[in-house]
């Protein structure tokens, strides 16, 4: 650790940033900060890795075997004491990361942030985090006692660890903000489980289109914001019979729209959050094997998103990547099956106007009065008195927006439909993914998962691969949860799911391969209701169109699909706006811009200008098409991307087109010549500020801490190229968060890489070590050991013992 670099930055700083980069408290005591017997220096030290350790709990000794990428071995002779190592060791990598991100998703940084991180923590408390945690544990002690007792052997485990901490070894995250560990609990799983669901959530914008539909007139809308794009190159092959299918979609009842004006509305999950996976049979296979791969787009933090562990009992063995908080591995593997996720991003959100009565105790339903829920949260504010928030549950959900939050509507709220609030069982789907030994023990295990809705990629020894586009899907009319919805009107009311065997599915394809990159995922002949939820259009056609240019691909070809940086996007307008725009009046400086992007390959390549000028001219374009959008108090959404462009290409008249702010008559060829030269000046300062506007410069791609004021924590410049709709979908600080390829040999050989490192402590070698080899585009082999015998891989081996003196 470079302690200058460290203390400046943290003198300069005298807030913290957190992840959403809101303000967070102030400095704290120096005294105990840098203190040389119980602060900052105490953190500069490496993993122990040998030895023994007494772990409460315990049944018999685990043995764990660490290799030289500081991935941890386990091997437990029972599931109870897995879990328990589980625990126990995440919280030794992982433990100020592991709670942090449980205190966000229940609403609780103000504990240790302070009072400016209040309005996040009565936003999260109102889209009923801590809600939908508690019905996943009532749902598991009712239904599932077996998975809630690993979830508390694993709250054991970390609890284990913090039990043998003493201040002085407490991660320097703690030391910063002056606060100290609290103990694990089944809920804090839940929570983290629920964090997952909200980040991954398919589109919200009910609000926003219903503010659309209100200004721009339901053909303009359909026009913009379509059901399906012209090109749709699904999940599932257009081909598909869907004839077995005999439960009908439920009949639309023709209800009234509700129009309201919605100023403003709760901050969302990152769009770009998204993943690629897909698996080839072993017919398309090189070796004969099939092969699968995955690689979840997820925000570029430090400490990294996941932490590869093997974990073994002697009635399965896996490996893979897994997330602090979760049990099991979540993109894995095992001896028999490989799996992984992409974003399914279904519409499992939905929106209901609620009308009180006058003292706020009942909400109008069916034409009567039904009783409100409160559930009072109590906000506990660093150095400050608790803040309470009365929040009201109807049955559709929590009422977000009332007049106590962003509304100033007395007798009108807003309530949210969210699948999760419903409580459900995902941990158990992880578990027995890494038991399953073939396709049905696959599907038995997607069975116990409602959201977020996930596509579940699989490939076996036995020779199957399949996908799964699997989550609990409500059965839904045409056009609901479109726009905001008349909660007093049963009809609209959800009314019954799809069954769970009736989800889009592909088994063994006669095309040799399945896929997915978040695109929609039927054609318009599924016989449910699926609309356009913002789906992918690019990164799934490269990727198809990858598997369909050959017979044969290897692991190398896998490889190279992962750090594939075609534009397909730029593709599909450069070459036509350089046709359609008018050059005559481009000053020498913009002409040679001009040039610049006329040679482009349409690759992003880090070391190619022309990503850095299509990124600058189109997003001037986009915000001068769309200046329609930027209404005061109007919360709006602006149509995505490849509808832009076809409206652009082939709607080039359209009244959209015109800038509202000029007297002149605009069409999509003037806006072409008019964005360009906006794009060039801003090019032209970039070259004259930073030297060039080659593309690893333009980009600046980091992985920052989880604290955004700790640049001392974290990683810039990190030279690689793609960026968004791109299938190296590596923007400023999002991207592949997680790269593995897996070959089903039997057993299946693996190989991955993560932009972070397995340790937590930015005081270690191992905390960002991955980073540059994941900017390279290389990998790791992921060394998966078939029994308890150290491999030479193996650099040093713990035992974890029962702790006879409990």
Same mark, same amino acid.
């Given at each position: 650790?470079?302690?200058?670099?460290?203390?400046?930055?943290?003198?300069?700083?005298?807030?913290?940033?957190?992840?959403?980069?809101?303000?967070?408290?102030?400095?704290?005591?120096?005294?105990?900060?840098?203190?040389?017997?119980?602060?900052?220096?105490?953190?500069?030290?490496?993993?122990?890795?040998?030895?023994?350790?007494?772990?409460?709990?315990?049944?018999?000794?685990?043995?764990?075997?660490?290799?030289?990428?500081?991935?941890?071995?386990?091997?437990?002779?029972?599931?109870?004491?897995?879990?328990?190592?589980?625990?126990?060791?995440?919280?030794?990598?992982?433990?100020?990361? &592991?709670? *942090?991100?449980?205190?966000? @998703?229940? =609403?609780?940084?103000?504990? $240790?942030?302070?009072? +400016?991180?209040? /309005? %996040?923590?009565?936003?999260?408390?109102?889209?009923?985090?801590?809600?939908?945690?508690?019905?996943?544990?009532?749902?598991?002690?009712?239904?599932?006692?077996?998975? &809630?007792? *690993?979830?508390?052997?694993? @709250?054991? =485990?970390?609890?284990?660890? $913090?039990?043998?901490? +003493?201040?002085? /070894? %407490?991660?320097?995250?703690?030391?910063?903000?002056?606060?100290?560990?609290?103990?694990?609990?089944?809920?804090?799983?839940?929570?983290?489980?629920?964090?997952?669901?909200?980040?991954?959530?398919?589109?919200?914008?009910?609000?926003?289109?219903?503010?659309?539909?209100?200004?721009?007139?339901?053909?303009?809308?359909?026009?913009?914001?379509?059901?399906?794009?012209?090109?749709?190159?699904?999940?599932?092959?257009?081909?598909?019979?869907?004839?077995?299918?005999?439960?009908?979609?439920?009949?639309?009842?023709?209800?009234?729209?509700?129009?309201?004006?919605?100023?403003?509305?709760?901050?969302?999950?990152?769009?770009?959050?998204?993943?690629?996976?897909?698996?080839?049979?072993?017919?398309?296979?090189?070796?004969?094997?099939?092969?699968?791969?995955?690689?979840?787009?997820?925000?570029?933090?430090?400490?990294?998103?996941?932490?590869?562990?093997?974990?073994?009992?002697?009635?399965?063995?896996?490996?893979?990547?897994?997330?602090?908080?979760?049990?099991?591995?979540?993109?894995?593997?095992?001896?028999?099956?490989?799996?992984?996720?992409?974003?399914?991003?279904?519409?499992?959100?939905?929106?209901?106007?609620?009308?009180?009565?006058?003292?706020?105790?009942?909400?109008?339903?069916?034409?009567?009065?039904?009783?409100?829920?409160?559930?009072?949260?109590?906000?506990?504010?660093?150095?400050?008195?608790?803040?309470?928030?009365?929040?009201?549950?109807?049955?559709?959900?929590?009422?977000?927006?009332?007049?106590?939050?962003?509304?100033?509507?007395?007798?009108?709220?807003?309530?949210?439909?969210?699948?999760?609030?419903?409580?459900?069982?995902?941990?158990?789907?992880?578990?027995?993914?890494?038991?399953?030994?073939?396709?049905?023990?696959?599907?038995?295990?997607?069975?116990?998962?409602?959201?977020?809705?996930?596509?579940?990629?699989?490939?076996?020894?036995?020779?199957?691969?399949?996908?799964?586009?699997?989550?609990?899907?409500?059965?839904?009319?045409?056009?609901?949860?479109?726009?905001?919805?008349?909660?007093?009107?049963?009809?609209?009311?959800?009314?019954?799911?799809?069954?769970?065997?009736?989800?889009?599915?592909?088994?063994?394809?006669?095309?040799?391969?399945?896929?997915?990159?978040?695109?929609?995922?039927?054609?318009?002949?599924?016989?449910?209701?699926?609309?356009?939820?913002?789906?992918?259009?690019?990164?799934?056609?490269?990727?198809?169109?990858?598997?369909?240019?050959?017979?044969?691909?290897?692991?190398?070809?896998?490889?190279?699909?992962?750090?594939?940086?075609?534009?397909?996007?730029?593709?599909?307008?450069?070459?036509?706006?350089?046709?359609?725009?008018?050059?005559?009046?481009?000053?020498?400086?913009?002409?040679?811009?001009?040039?610049?992007?006329?040679?482009?390959?349409?690759?992003?390549?880090?070391?190619?200008?022309?990503?850095?000028?299509?990124?600058?001219?189109?997003?001037?374009?986009?915000?001068?098409?769309?200046?329609?959008?930027?209404?005061?108090?109007?919360?709006?959404?602006?149509?995505?991307?490849?509808?832009?462009?076809?409206?652009?290409?082939?709607?080039?008249?359209?009244?959209?087109?015109?800038?509202?702010?000029?007297?002149?008559?605009?069409?999509?060829?003037?806006?072409?010549?008019?964005?360009?030269?906006?794009?060039?000046?801003?090019?032209?300062?970039?070259?004259?500020?930073?030297?060039?506007?080659?593309?690893?410069?333009?980009?600046?791609?980091?992985?920052?801490?989880?604290?955004?004021?700790?640049?001392?924590?974290?990683?810039?410049?990190?030279?690689?190229?793609?960026?968004?709709?791109?299938?190296?979908?590596?923007?400023?600080?999002?991207?592949?968060?997680?790269?593995?390829?897996?070959?089903?040999?039997?057993?299946?050989?693996?190989?991955?890489?993560?932009?972070?490192?397995?340790?937590?402590?930015?005081?270690?070698?191992?905390?960002?070590?991955?980073?540059?080899?994941?900017?390279?585009?290389?990998?790791?082999?992921?060394?998966?050991?078939?029994?308890?015998?150290?491999?030479?891989?193996?650099?040093?081996?713990?035992?974890?013992?029962?702790?006879?003196?409990?």
């Amino acid at each position: 650790m470079k302690y200058t670099k460290l203390l400046l930055s943290f003198l300069l700083t005298i807030g913290i940033f957190f992840v959403l980069n809101t303000k967070l408290g102030d400095i704290p005591p120096l005294g105990k900060f840098l203190n040389p017997q119980s602060g900052i220096w105490q953190n500069e030290t490496d993993e122990a890795i040998s030895g023994e350790i007494s772990i409460p709990g315990l049944e018999e000794n685990v043995t764990v075997h660490y290799d030289e990428q500081l991935i941890p071995h386990v091997f437990a002779q029972n599931e109870s004491d897995l879990y328990k190592a589980q625990g126990y060791l995440t919280a030794k990598h992982r433990l100020w990361q &592991l709670e *942090f991100q449980t205190f966000a @998703a229940a =609403g609780r940084l103000s504990e $240790i942030i302070g009072e +400016s991180a209040l /309005n %996040y923590d009565r936003t999260e408390r109102r889209r009923g985090m801590g809600y939908g945690a508690d019905q996943a544990i009532a749902y598991m002690e009712q239904h599932d006692t077996e998975t &809630l007792g *690993f979830i508390e052997d694993y @709250a054991d =485990g970390v609890n284990a660890y $913090i039990d043998q901490l +003493s201040p002085e /070894n %407490y991660p320097v995250e703690y030391k910063l903000l002056d606060y100290t560990p609290e103990k694990w609990t089944p809920k804090k799983t839940a929570l983290l489980l629920m964090y997952m669901t909200k980040m991954l959530a398919g589109g919200d914008e009910d609000l926003e289109y219903t503010n659309a539909l209100r200004l721009f007139g339901k053909e303009n809308f359909d026009l913009l914001f379509p059901d399906f794009f012209d090109v749709n190159d699904p999940i599932i092959p257009t081909e598909t019979d869907w004839n077995f299918i005999d439960v009908p979609q439920t009949p639309h009842p023709n209800a009234d729209l509700v129009l309201d004006s919605i100023s403003e509305t709760i901050e969302k999950p990152n769009p770009d959050n998204g993943s690629n996976n897909w698996a080839v049979s072993g017919e398309k296979s090189a070796t004969g094997n099939p092969i699968l791969a995955n690689d979840p787009h997820l925000g570029l933090n430090l400490p990294a998103i996941w932490f590869v562990m093997q974990l073994s009992t002697p009635n399965h063995n896996a490996m893979g990547a897994t997330i602090p908080g979760a049990l099991g591995v979540i993109s894995g593997f095992n001896q028999h099956i490989a799996w992984g996720e992409t974003n399914a991003t279904r519409d499992v959100i939905d929106w209901y106007k609620i009308e009180f009565n006058k003292d706020r105790t009942q909400y109008k339903y069916d034409g009567q009065w039904k009783d409100l829920t409160i559930r009072v949260e109590d906000i506990k504010i660093k150095g400050k008195e608790s803040f309470k928030d009365s929040v009201l549950y109807t049955h559709h959900g929590p009422v977000v927006y009332d007049q106590n939050f962003m509304s100033d509507e007395e007798l009108v709220g807003y309530a949210m439909k969210w699948i999760g609030h419903e409580g459900g069982n995902n941990q158990k789907t992880f578990l027995e993914l890494n038991k399953a030994k073939n396709y049905d023990d696959y599907v038995s295990a997607l069975k116990y998962w409602n959201a977020p809705a996930q596509n579940f990629v699989f490939a076996s020894t036995e020779g199957d691969i399949a996908l799964w586009i699997q989550g609990k899907f409500p059965n839904k009319w045409e056009g609901q949860g479109k726009f905001l919805m008349d909660g007093s009107n049963p009809d609209n009311d959800w009314q019954g799911y799809i069954p769970q065997e009736f989800n889009a599915k592909v088994k063994n394809p006669e095309r040799g391969f399945v896929s997915s990159a978040n695109q929609h995922p039927v054609d318009d002949n599924y016989p449910f209701f699926v609309y356009n939820d913002g789906y992918e259009t690019y990164r799934n056609r490269v990727i198809n169109d990858f598997f369909k240019s050959k017979e044969k691909f290897s692991v190398q070809d896998f490889k190279d699909l992962h750090n594939n940086n075609y534009n397909l996007k730029a593709a599909e307008l450069v070459p036509y706006m350089l046709e359609h725009m008018d050059t005559s009046s481009l000053t020498a400086e913009e002409n040679a811009i001009y040039d610049e992007i006329k040679a482009w390959d349409f690759n992003n390549d880090i070391d190619k200008v022309g990503p850095s000028i299509w990124r600058q001219w189109y997003g001037k374009l986009y915000n001068m098409v769309w200046d329609e959008f930027e209404v005061e108090d109007t919360a709006l959404e602006k149509p995505f991307a490849y509808q832009t462009i076809y409206l652009l290409k082939n709607y080039g008249e359209r009244e959209f087109m015109d800038i509202v702010d000029t007297d002149e008559k605009e069409t999509a060829k003037d806006l072409f010549l008019l964005a360009f030269k906006k794009a060039a000046e801003r090019l032209l300062e970039i070259k004259n500020e930073e030297g060039d506007y080659t593309w690893a410069n333009y980009k600046g791609t980091y992985a920052g801490h989880l604290l955004r004021g700790l640049p001392a924590f974290s990683r810039f410049d990190i030279p690689i190229g793609g960026d968004r709709n791109i299938v190296n979908a590596t923007s400023e600080n999002h991207g592949p968060s997680w790269r593995m390829i897996v070959e089903m040999t039997t057993p299946p050989t693996a190989i991955g890489i993560y932009p972070g490192g397995q340790s937590g402590n930015p005081g270690s070698k191992y905390y960002d070590n991955f980073i540059d080899d994941w900017a390279e585009g290389k990998y790791h082999s992921l060394n998966f050991l078939q029994s308890n015998k150290a491999t030479e891989a193996i650099i040093g081996t713990q035992t974890l013992t029962p702790d006879h003196n409990e």
